[in-house]
């Protein structure tokens, strides 16, 4: 019995040593709230520095128009930041900006919708010092939201009595994260290359068919690109599919070779392209020679709206490929589809500029003729870039692919007969299976500093061309060590907590009072011997 | 909040301890030994209480907004075991009558306030959070001080020979009502969803009626006693 309880005794000493041990170890945190949150962009290509800079939060929340932001989290909804406020933030040091994003993006208004992408524009014209959040609604955010704006808080108190009954009430919110600074990944590029071969054995003339397949967009985490360059990579595939049932009948099978590059680093500069083409010129590799002796490269980008244009960096002259392919553009937009016209619009290539404007100007650099296909009039063309790019128009990204197709069979097979439709009838696009790809295409993650070589589209993409196309190759870019060409950087998803804190002073006040009644106590404690005393002389003189 | 905080919420809830045990005949007589084993008869008693629950009632699973009447009768059946071990304690206890009660309040007081309020403050007040719930906690350390004090006083007078036994039943339905008080104002409390500073408020003016019925009692034990008159007690 004895020797039991010894054991019982010890076990318990030990458990208490133990668990006090833990107890005074435990971090001095309780989180009442946690939220995911997705940080802006962070990347930068050749040496030149993008987007946000720093992933530091640990600061009080204050309303966009509060008056002093400097050091403070500033809490808003997309809705009600105008560029100039934003600025502004960023002039005065905010700590950082968090911003909350409707769940349902297809609430907001095109005002709305334009209005953000000027905020992007500015955010991401120069590398920021303040770390920026996006996240989506929720209900506790909105209420400390909501609080914070109508709260006062101690910046701007009407007088100094209103600041007192301000530490008592006031219920201010402090953000914080506990993520390591943001460390550069070991992040590559992808392309995704295929060739369609016809079998004559003799060197073939060919073609190059080029787009883009990752996303944009403010936040690597939040970028749908539906349709730039969802619509793109969707066509691509279709007309892969297309021209391949084009080439397995031996017997008209065009003269050309046809090779179909996905690349992903479209948002970046077409890094990826330039890379490959780079690398596969330099390695005098079949491709490579394929490419820089192409007759023509046409670049997919955004075809999912309507308008269609063709953007080539210099009026094509009769007689040139580039005026081959413009003619068989038009002539299958007026046979397929005649209430769609296509503009042809020339832009010199801006060597001063470091962001190139489309596609095709990493190709016309290199002396090889090329053009881009896209249903925005210019580059500069507001929603090219934007985050909220979730929807396309069906029928218009139909319509398109249709005219792409066509034209490119046409081309390759010399034909210019008006009378004659190649893909008619059964060899037409399929519609659901464009829906499908752009659908996919779209809630698959596909930012470039995000995709690793066994990434959900990557596998598609090879899957799909696989399908039609042999030879498929996946290629994977490194940056070089020394003087990378890009270089991306991680903490892209975060996790927020937010903690309802008082002011400084309040625990100043708290201890004042303490002390106050702990004197009271004292002199009560002190008078009740005397207090009994009195009170039995009381009943003393009352019995007696 | 910070350290701070739970430096405030700790002297809120310690000092006053601090104040009654230093001026009190505790620190004449030098009674320190005597509460930390009373505070070792709380320990056991709450062992015993923590078993008998285990044992012979089991938990139900309860719809949040109702509560389990039957289940909150017996745990306030259960609270009876502290009167037992504050009856411990006093009969133990070598002394006068007012040191006995001393002892047995502040012991028991003390620690209950080290086994169940010193760990939350530990851990809560130094947080980033605030909540008003510590400071409670500190106040309802300075109540339940008041409110042992209380107990001990109506034990002891139970104990006597030389009561009126008129006086008896009222004893006995005040020690009911301390020993159920926690119980009733939390089903209070859940009921008609009072704040928990306006239960801190009940709190306080339930312990001050008692107190103040008690305070009379016990000067009339005095005075049939002649305790203040003798010198001797003193």
């Given amino acids: ?83 100039d406020r934003m600025r502004e933030l960023i002039a005065h040091k905010a700590g950082s900006i968090l911003i909350s994003i409707p769940q349902n993006t297809s609430s907001l208004t095109q005002d709305e919708i334009d209005n953000w992408n000027e905020v992007e524009e500015v955010l991401m014209e120069q590398p920021v010092d303040t770390s920026v959040f996006f996240t989506y609604e929720q209900p506790h955010l909105n209420d400390i939201y909501h609080e ?53 054995r003799e060197t073939n003339p060919s073609i190059a068919i080029v787009a883009h397949f990752d996303s944009f967009g403010i936040s690597p985490h939040l970028a749908k690109s539906a349709n730039g360059n969802g619509s793109g990579v969707a066509a691509l595939l279709e007309i892969a599919r297309l021209l391949s049932k084009l080439y397995s009948h031996p017997g008209n099978a065009p003269k050309y070779d046809i ?95 470091p962001l190139l404007a489309w596609h095709h100007e990493i190709f016309t650099v290199k002396r090889i003729s090329a053009g881009t296909i ?11 870039l934007n985050s909220f790019d979730t ?99 991680d903490q892209t998803e975060t996790k927020l907590f937010s903690y309802n804190v008082k002011p400084a002073v309040f625990d100043l006040f708290l201890a004042i009072a303490v002390f106050v009644y702990l004197g009271a106590v004292y002199l009560f404690v002190k008078s009740v011997p005397v207090m009994m005393t009195y009170a039995y002389q009381l009943r003393k003189l009352k019995s007696s | 909040m910070t350290l701070f905080h739970f430096g405030n919420c700790l002297a809120l809830a310690y000092f006053p301890y601090l104040i009654v045990y230093k001026n009190s ?27 008998v629950l285990a044992t012979f009632f089991p938990t139900y699973e309860v719809p949040e907004g109702k509560i389990d009447l039957h289940g909150e009768l017996m745990k306030g059946a259960v609270e009876l075991f502290d009167l037992i071990g504050i009856f411990v ?75 009126e036994k008129s006086v008896l039943p009222l004893i006995i339905s005040l020690l009911f009502i301390c020993s159920s008080k926690q119980t009733l104002l939390e089903l209070v409390g859940t009921m008609f969803h009072v704040s928990s500073f306006g239960i801190l408020g009940i709190n306080v003016i339930v312990t001050l009626l008692v107190g103040l019925i008690t305070t009379q009692l016990y000067v009339n034990l005095c005075i049939q006693d002649n305790a203040w008159g003798n010198p001797k007690y003193h």
């Fill in chain 1, 259 to 353: 090779l179909f590059l996905l690349s992903g680093g479209g948002k970046l500069n077409y890094l990826a392209s330039k890379t490959w083409l780079d690398k596969r010129m330099a390695s005098d590799s079949p491709e490579g020679a394929m490419l820089s002796e192409a007759e023509y490269v046409l670049c997919i980008d955004s075809i999912g709206k309507s308008g269609l244009n063709i953007h080539v960096s210099k009026q094509p002259k009769p007689g040139t490929p580039a005026h081959q392919m413009l003619s068989a553009l038009q002539e299958a937009a007026s046979l397929l589809y005649p209430n769609i016209t296509i503009q042809n619009i020339p832009k010199k290539v801006n060597l001063g500029n």
């Fill in chain 1, 374 to 384: 896209s249903n925005y009039p210019s580059h500069t063309s507001l929603g090219r």
């Fill in chain 2, 89 to 163: 304690i006093i009969s133990q206890q070598i002394g006068r009558g007012d040191l006995k009660i001393l002892v047995a309040g502040v012991g028991w007081a003390t620690a209950e306030l080290v086994s169940m309020r010193l760990l939350p403050l530990w851990v809560g007040a130094r947080g980033i959070e605030f909540s008003w719930q510590y400071i409670q906690l500190s106040f309802e350390a300075n109540i339940s001080l008041v409110h042992h004090i209380i107990m001990a006083v109506l034990i002891w007078m139970w104990t006597r020979n030389n009561i």
């Fill in chain 1, 1 to 83: 019995m004895l020797e039991t309880l010894n054991d019982v005794s010890r076990s318990l000493g030990s458990f208490w040593s133990i668990f006090t041990i833990v107890v005074l170890c435990a971090p001095a945190a309780i989180a009442v709230h946690e939220f995911t949150a997705y940080r802006m962009n962070q990347y930068s290509i050749s040496n030149r520095d993008y987007g946000c800079k720093t992933n530091m939060v640990n600061f009080e929340a204050r309303s966009v128009n509060a008056n002093v932001v400097t050091r403070r989290c500033v809490l808003m909804s997309m809705g009600e930041i105008s560029v």
């Fill in chain 2, 25 to 51: 005949k505790l620190s004449e007589y030098n009674s320190f030994w005597s509460c930390v084993k009373a505070g070792g008869v709380y320990m056991l008693t709450q062992l015993c209480k923590m078993i």
């Fill in chain 1, 391 to 489: 929807h396309v128009d069906g029928s218009s990204m139909y319509k398109h692919t249709h005219i792409i197709a066509e034209a490119i069979a046409r081309y390759v097979s010399n034909v210019s007969d008006d009378s004659i439709t190649i893909f008619s009838d059964y060899a037409v696009p399929n519609g659901a299976m464009l829906d499908r790809s752009v659908e996919f295409l779209s809630r698959t993650n596909r930012a470039a500093v995000l995709l690793q070589r066994d990434s959900p589209v990557i596998s598609f993409l090879e899957q799909t061309l696989g399908k039609y196309i042999s030879e498929v190759i996946v290629s994977e870019f490194k940056a070089s060590k020394k003087d990378p060409e890009f270089q991306f950087y």
């Fill in chain 1, 148 to 200: 914070v704006k109508t709260g006062l808080n101690s910046d701007h108190a009407a007088t100094a009595a209103a600041a007192l009954g301000n530490v008592f009430h006031s219920n201010g919110y402090q953000i914080v994260s506990y993520d390591a600074v943001p460390a550069p990944t070991k992040s590559s590029l992808y392309t995704v290359q295929g060739k369609l071969s016809t079998l004559s």
